[in-house]
């Protein structure tokens, strides 16, 4: 049995939350996918360890406190319990596929209630409470790895997963940027900001895959691409308005449209992801 570990404040210079966490495991996850590390002792310890982290924060109700040793559960709510999950769900289809021994079986088990209990908080705080758009992009990104792990005979639960993964799709649609500028083309794109579009289209993706399944949701699907296809066209024009000379978001999108001063990893990378 390993034990829960998390990174230190000292070399974070802030306190230690699961959104690092997170992030560390994801990239962990990855870098595995690519055989950029190695299965060894040591990588299985720090993954497992950091899998326990995350768990070891959960509350009865199914929330995840947000930094370790304290208990607050909703600053940060909008991006940490999402990529924690998101963290737990990719983690846990490794060890379940290509890499079974990544994790402990105990840690292993552990992932999939934890995930139920976690859906039933956090998805009545979307149709309950008032939450911003970053809150619905990983929130999709880790419950369709959850609803992609549920087994076919839980029909009433799979159902439940997928119609809040494409409930909270259809509210990115329809935000300010995505449904009243990025529709309406060009003319509109110097009012756009790169950030909400990229990491939107990440979460569009998995809504796409997922109302594909369904011949009833052809409908859904079709609204989804129509959107995709427009953030594609808007994000290949704001790289087309970056001069060769300017080397600050010359390959990467950063947080506005005609004038990129920064490459965003995150940005970027919800881009690629997508």
Known sequence: ??????????????PPTIGHSALLLLGMCNSCRLSILVQDEMMQ?????????????????????????KAEILRGIEFFPGEAMLSLM???????TSMPGLLEES??????????????FYSNHYYTEDVSTN?????VLAFAKYYDALDNDQTTKKVEVRNYVLDMCQEICKSRS????LARGQS??????????????????????????Q??????AKLFKMHATNALYFLKWTQEQVPEEQVPGKGGLGHGGTQVFEQRLDVTGHAISA
């Open 1 to 14: 049995m390993g034990m829960e570990i998390h990174l230190n404040e000292g070399i974070l210079l802030e």
């Open 45 to 69: 310890e720090i993954v497992d360890g950091l899998a326990q982290g995350i768990l070891s924060m959960q509350i009865e109700n199914g929330a995840f406190r947000i930094e370790f040793g």
């Open 90 to 96: 990719s983690v846990h289809e490794l060890s379940t």
């Open 107 to 120: 840690t292993r088990r552990a992932i999939l209630p934890a995930m139920e209990r976690a859906f039933g």
């Open 135 to 139: 809150f619905n992009i990983w929130q």
């Open 178 to 181: 995505w449904k009243y500028e």
């Open 188 to 213: 509109f794109y110097v009012n756009l900001e790169t950030v909400e579009i990229a990491c939107g289209l990440d979460a569009l993706a998995e809504g796409i895959r997922i109302a594909q399944e």
């Open 215 to 220: 011949e009833d949701l052809a409908s859904i």
